[in-house]
């Protein structure tokens, strides 16, 4: 089952976007030229420019909805989910079939009489086929030139924190601690173990929960390991090999795993970063 709240690597740069959109507008085409959706024939005059024409119906949503898909993902603290994902691709696709049915019956057919009907007949008999084929494309692209944002230790997060409520399954399991003190997560079947600062030492508390959901009410938690979510705030080194590796926090003498996609997200920050790391 598809964890709609799991962290996956998003395409925020503008260079790459422009790539996914020219990648996608010239296999559109190349699939109309092939597989001829119009008619019997497919023998229209200037029928190759009319049908590159298709690219820009695809290349255009993709560039307009950038921004909004951007600023979605600053308000998330530079995270991007499985959710987003879905809806963000639901919602291209609907820009991207009113572009096509515009670009086709407008501009291709010169015709001025428009319906809901004919929108539906169009989207039913000409996008929705389609769909599949293109779909799996697209999401490969994304996670290929996507990338899964880390931030890094800030003193000035740590003095400025606020208090925040975490909630388990059962509502009667509540931890109300500072946003800076949260330190580490670990899942364990179907609780989770916070740990969390306190002037005594490091604490923590059970609750009854799944880690994804425990994420989304922590703003300073980060996926790490599948297992584990940890405020990298307290990121204090990185150990281990390209076969097996693991972080250390400054609060906590627990080795936690890093999966190496999480690795290579820390890595890239970390490389055009002046903090520095003991090994």
Same mark, same amino acid.
């Given at each position: 089952?598809?964890?709609?709240? $799991?962290?996956?690597?998003?395409?925020?740069?503008?260079?790459? &976007?422009?790539?996914?959109?020219?990648?996608?507008?010239?296999?559109?085409?190349?699939?109309?030229? &092939?597989?001829?959706?119009?008619?019997?024939?497919? !023998?229209? !005059?200037?029928?190759?420019?009319?049908?590159?024409?298709?690219?820009?119906?695809?290349?255009?949503?993709?560039?307009?909805?950038?921004?909004?898909?951007?600023?979605?993902?600053?308000?998330?603290?530079?995270?991007?989910?499985?959710?987003?994902?879905?809806?963000? @691709?639901?919602?291209?696709?609907?820009?991207?079939?009113?572009?096509?049915?515009?670009?086709?019956?407008?501009?291709?057919?010169? *015709?001025?009489?428009?319906?809901?009907?004919?929108?539906?007949?169009?989207? $039913?008999?000409?996008?929705?086929?389609?769909?599949?084929?293109?779909?799996?494309?697209?999401?490969?692209?994304?996670?290929?030139?996507?990338?899964?944002?880390?931030?890094?230790?800030?003193?000035?997060?740590?003095?400025?924190?606020?208090?925040?409520? @975490?909630?388990?399954?059962?509502?009667?399991?509540?931890?109300?601690?500072?946003?800076?003190?949260?330190?580490?997560?670990?899942? %364990?079947?179907?609780?989770?173990?916070?740990?969390?600062?306190?002037?005594?030492?490091? *604490?923590? +508390?059970?609750?009854?929960?799944?880690?994804?959901?425990?994420? +989304?009410?922590?703003?300073?938690?980060? *996926?790490?390991?599948?297992?584990?979510?940890?405020?990298?705030?307290?990121? +204090?080194?990185?150990?281990?090999?390209?076969?097996?590796?693991? @972080?250390?926090?400054? *609060? &906590?003498?627990?080795?936690?795993?890093?999966?190496?996609?999480?690795?290579?997200?820390?890595?890239?920050?970390?490389?055009?970063? !002046?903090?520095?790391? %003991?090994?």
């Amino acid at each position: 089952m598809i964890s709609f709240n $799991k962290t996956i690597a998003y395409t925020k740069n503008w260079k790459y &976007t422009f790539i996914i959109a020219l990648i996608l507008g010239a296999f559109v085409p190349l699939l109309l030229i &092939t597989l001829e959706p119009f008619d019997n024939s497919n !023998s229209f !005059s200037f029928k190759y420019a009319i049908l590159l024409g298709y690219a820009i119906c695809i290349a255009i949503p993709l560039v307009i909805l950038h921004p909004f898909e951007n600023y979605i993902y600053e308000k998330q603290t530079n995270r991007w989910f499985v959710i987003n994902e879905f809806f963000y @691709i639901l919602l291209s696709l609907l820009v991207i079939f009113l572009f096509s049915f515009f670009y086709h019956f407008i501009i291709i057919r010169n *015709q001025t009489s428009i319906s809901i009907e004919l929108i539906w007949s169009f989207v $039913k008999f000409f996008c929705l086929p389609f769909t599949p084929i293109v779909v799996p494309l697209w999401l490969y692209l994304r996670s290929k030139y996507g990338i899964i944002e880390v931030p890094l230790y800030d003193e000035k997060k740590l003095e400025k924190s606020k208090s925040i409520t @975490i909630t388990g399954t059962n509502k009667s399991e509540v931890l109300t601690i500072s946003e800076s003190d949260f330190i580490y997560a670990k899942a %364990q079947q179907n609780y989770v173990d916070v740990y969390f600062d306190t002037e005594s030492g490091t *604490q923590q +508390k059970t609750l009854r929960s799944t880690l994804s959901n425990i994420m +989304k009410q922590l703003p300073n938690a980060w *996926q790490v390991h599948r297992s584990y979510l940890v405020n990298l705030d307290y990121l +204090k080194s990185i150990e281990g090999n390209a076969r097996k590796r693991s @972080i250390r926090l400054s *609060q &906590t003498e627990e080795d936690i795993p890093i999966s190496q996609m999480y690795y290579k997200a820390l890595s890239a920050r970390l490389s055009n970063s !002046s903090q520095k790391l %003991q090994d």
